[in-house]
């Protein structure tokens, strides 16, 4: 099917065909549509980024630029606009998430607004970010930390919700730098959140949703 044809035949059907045998069963006369293949040599730095994104665990010690980490940390969740909102989306705008930079010189806190890293503790602690020894080795972890106290009165469940979505995106912004610039990254789950939120001295209502990995990869071939 060709771009014309596929056109027509998203007019005429005029939806698309979920599946699932509720979405079948109202589904009715609709047909499904074939989609086009997704372009590999597409101009759109878009497209090209998306073919890029992966998940890679080895790193070199190489640290990273003052120039890598500054894009990098702009694309996470920087400010690109008058009002001060974000580079990422954050429910009903609370930008409750804080990015942390693990460092092998220090922890440091991304301050968007004032385009800084604020130094919080001149301690190596890359190792104690995640269960995997790889951790220790990135030049940078990223820890995405909740801020709950910025999030009103939602209930507990609605915070961690909110948080969690809320730092995918911006994971997402930091792959796609990563891809930009041929780094390695990885999100993180398995962390010791307790024995983390200890060494960066963090109050009880802040909680660590997830960590990235992020350095030059260990070229393989
Ligand atoms: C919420 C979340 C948590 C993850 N936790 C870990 C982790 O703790 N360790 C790890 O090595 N990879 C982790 N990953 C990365 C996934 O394993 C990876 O995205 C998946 O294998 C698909 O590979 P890809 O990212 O290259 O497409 C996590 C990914 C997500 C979205």
Known sequence: ???????????????????????????????????LKPEMGSSNP?????WKRKSLRQFTSEPLSGEVLSNMLWAAFGINR????????????????????????GLY??????N??????????????????FVKEAAVNLIYVADYSRMGTHTEEEKLFYSAADT????????LYCASEGLATVVRANIDRPALASVMKLRTDQK??????VGYPIKTS
């Open 109 to 114: 806190l991304y301050d968007p607004k004032a």
């Open 1 to 35: 099917m060709n771009r014309r044809e596929f056109m027509k035949a998203s007019a005429t059907t005029g939806a698309v065909l979920m599946t699932g045998s509720l979405s079948l069963a109202f589904a009715g006369e609709l047909k499904p549509i074939q989609l």
């Open 208 to 213: 660590i949703i997830l960590a990235q990995s």
């Open 168 to 175: 995918g995106f911006i994971s997402e912004n930091v792959y």
């Open 82 to 105: 008058p009002d001060g909102k974000r580079t990422a989306p954050s429910a009903k705008n609370q930008q409750e998430i804080d990015i942390y930079v693990a460092r092998a010189k």
């Open 116 to 133: 800084l890293l604020n130094p919080i503790l001149a301690e190596d602690i890359r190792g104690v970010t995640g269960r995997q020894p």
């Open 46 to 50: 878009l497209m090209q980024l998306l």
